[in-house]
């Protein structure tokens, strides 16, 4: 009787692990197809798009690129020809017109001037990201916007070099001289880094400085500002006041002008912000 009793009690225990276990594997099944079905709706994640400013090139954006490509975004760190705001602009919309999908746009120092006309009429970048950078309105110059604010030091580091272009035509480029530049540009990187920065640095022509913006994308565009507080280009006040107006999401650090150099993980994160923000 005990024997027979016992069988029926693992015949019952049987199916019931059977049955908890087809549930289980219900339950996840389900869970797992919600999970697919939820990122098919996200859709796929946004291509960044890296424009640098002056004085500097797309390796400045090294570490912030290796922070987004681990987690799964597609990067391209665009060449900027530093000649103007308009021509600059023209040069980054022919990439962005290259990308399939939708793009968060970045833009370091100068580079913010170039992104704020690049976006214009471009559906497919979905949000801006300033880094360090100038937001100009239409009629407004870096260097007007500069100069409004107390704290840049960058004139007195400057050496200009007058160069003629190919159609005869002369003007200035502008680098920051090599023994200011880590005190002026990098100061919380690495000196020996600085100084290959330094080396390596692409000049802006002098008239891009002084170019006025015929339009502004973060008037329409989600935007983001990493804004540097011990920044000597760019006044950390002329920062705020541009990202103010622009309703930008921000984020202060206290860092250099380079500061996508020596806080990569700061920009990657809200780089992602974001991204995320427009899935």
């Known amino acids: 009787m005990f024997s027979l009793e016992n069988g029926r009690l693992r015949r019952l225990a049987t ?47 090294d570490g912030v690129v290796a922070r987004l490509r681990h987690d799964g975004y597609p990067v391209v760190a665009a060449a900027n020809p530093l000649r103007g705001p308009a021509s600059d ?12 999908g939708p793009v968060v746009l970045v833009g370091h120092s100068y580079g913010g001037s170039v992104i704020s006309a690049a976006a214009v009429g471009r559906p497919q970048v979905k949000a801006l990201v300033y880094v360090a950078a100038f937001l100009p309105a ?10 409004a604010f107390p704290g840049s030091t960058l004139s007195g580091a400057l050496d ?11 003007g200035t480029d502008l680098y920051i001289r090599q023994d200011r530049f880590r005190a002026q540009f990098a100061a919380d990187v ?25 339009s502004a994308a973060w008037q329409t565009v989600p935007s983001w500002d ?20 622009a309703h930008a999401h921000t984020t202060e650090v206290a860092a250099s002008h380079s500061v996508a150099v020596s ?9 992602e912000q974001a991204a995320r923000a427009t899935r």
């Open 15 to 61: 199916g019931a692990a059977a049955g908890v276990g087809a549930i289980a594997f219900a339950v996840a099944g389900t869970a797992s197809a919600a999970t697919e079905d939820a990122a098919a709706d996200r859709g796929p994640k946004p291509t960044v798009v890296l424009e640098h400013g002056a004085f500097a090139d797309g390796s400045s954006w």
């Open 226 to 245: 990493v804004i540097t507080t011990e920044d000597r280009n760019i006044p950390a006040d002329a920062q705020r006041f541009m990202a103010g107006r």
């Open 263 to 271: 806080h990569p993980g700061v920009v990657a994160g809200v780089v």
């Open 89 to 100: 602009a023209a040069a980054l919309r022919s990439v962005i017109d290259h990308v399939k």
């Open 138 to 147: 239409p009629g407004e110059s870096a260097l007007q916007l500069t100069d």
């Open 190 to 214: 690495p000196a020996d880094r600085a100084a290959l920065a330094a080396a390596a640095q692409r000049p802006i022509a002098q008239a891009a400085l002084t170019e006025q913006a015929t």
């Open 160 to 170: 200009p070099v007058p160069v003629t272009n190919a159609d005869g035509s002369t």
